[in-house]
């Protein structure tokens, strides 16, 4: 069994990037992936604050912003991952949650990843552009690929669990940019992409 859990409390300012990790020797025909970030986690947080977190195997994550501000600002933003050919073998079960009252309260830009389960591809991109003469921003350069698309999991397989879960009170009163991936399972692309255009004027 691979276990990943996250009970961290305030954290308020500049960027907060924090991860705990517990993994116990697996029993006999027992495979399973559990990740999990509640309790308190980094309530009240302010500022930047990016989190990934995984249980399991070959996964990727990225929480990328670009800002710019100046007479002209350019923000780009590249992000490219993939996964070549490995060999991995499926989980009895996967569970990822955000529940309790994690990232409540929390203000700014906010980016998490959490994954349970195999090779699976997790992004939130942000781009911001703040000029005079016109910002131009740019998040075209995101590319997710892989080697198979052939599913991880077993031929015919059972009814095995794969949950995925947002507790009711996670993130309750955050505000500004929350960008969130949540996947359980194997081989899953998802990604989160915002881009922003101000034009102030010139005095």
């Known amino acids: 069994m691979q276990g990943l ?14 991860a705990a990790l517990f993994v116990a020797t697996p029993a006999l025909n027992q495979n399973t992936h559990n990740l999990s970030i509640s309790d308190e986690a980094l309530v009240h947080g302010q500022g930047r604050i990016g989190l990934n977190a995984a249980a399991g195997d070959l996964n990727e994550q990225v929480n990328s912003a670009a800002i710019a501000i100046g007479d002209t600002a350019i923000a780009t933003n590249v992000v490219r991952q993939h996964i070549g050919d490995n060999t991995v073998s499926a989980s009895d079960a996967q569970n990822a949650s955000i529940t309790g009252t994690a990232f409540s309260d929390s203000h700014g830009a906010i980016a998490v990843n959490g994954a349970a389960g195999t090779e699976n591809q997790q992004a939130n991109l942000a781009a911001i552009g ?12 995101l590319s997710q690929t892989r080697s198979s698309q052939e599913p991880a999991g077993y031929q015919n ?12 009170d996670a993130f309750e009163q955050s505000s500004g ?18 881009a922003l255009s101000i034009t102030e004027g010139a005095d």
Do not use: C, W, Y
Request: proline residues 5%; charged residues 20%.
């Open 157 to 168: 397989e059972p009814d095995l669990t794969k949950h995925a879960e947002i507790g009711p």
């Open 177 to 194: 940019l929350v960008q969130v991936n949540l996947t359980a399972g194997e081989r899953n692309s998802s990604a989160n992409l915002f």
């Open 130 to 141: 703040i000029g005079i003469d016109g910002p131009v921003v740019s998040l075209d350069m």
């Open 5 to 18: 859990k996250f009970r961290l409390r305030q954290m308020s300012g500049g960027i907060a990037v924090a």
